[in-house]
């Protein structure tokens, strides 16, 4: 069990390495404040300690009694994984013509139906906040074109 979470975890680390180095080509802040290079170096500076740490917490862990786990899914796990998998590719296919806010309203509001949460208030207002007002604050504040969709919504 210990040698799958070693290799994920140093795969992170790598991978974590391979975009810090390629965050140097970018610049670190311009001047109107953090630029292009600016998230890349952080959030890879943070993964690969995470990752770090734990490859370090999984090496140096006691031996656990030797029982039959494993490292992937079970077949309701898996079921899931395909699941969400399958959703944001529908996103992807569906983004330029249906819009940002329609793809992901109907996503944010079956995605969480599907993983079992029944909380009827929750789930519109979740649905809504994101894909609403994530369009809003992406395409009006940070001026990024988003697709509008052939509604125009």
Not at 38 to 53: E, K, R, V
């Amino acid at each position: 069990m210990k040698k799958p979470w070693q290799l994920a975890s140093l795969i992170f680390v790598f991978l974590s390495l391979f975009v810090l180095i390629h965050s140097f080509s970018y610049s670190y802040k311009d001047r109107l404040g953090p630029g292009p290079g600016f998230f890349p170096f952080w959030i890879s500076l943070i993964t690969g300690a995470l990752s770090l740490a734990l490859f370090l917490q999984t090496t140096l862990a006691k031996p656990e009694k030797e029982e039959k786990k494993s490292f992937f899914p079970n077949r309701e796990g898996g079921f899931r994984i395909a699941f969400i998998l399958a959703s944001l590719a529908m996103v992807v296919v569906f983004l330029n013509p249906l819009g940002f806010r329609i793809s992901l309203l109907i996503f944010l509001f079956f995605l969480p139906l599907f993983l079992g949460v029944r909380n009827w208030l929750a789930i519109p207002i979740l649905a809504v906040a994101g894909s609403f007002g994530v369009f809003h604050a992406f395409y009006y504040w940070l001026k990024l074109p988003l697709p509008i969709g052939i509604f125009g919504i």
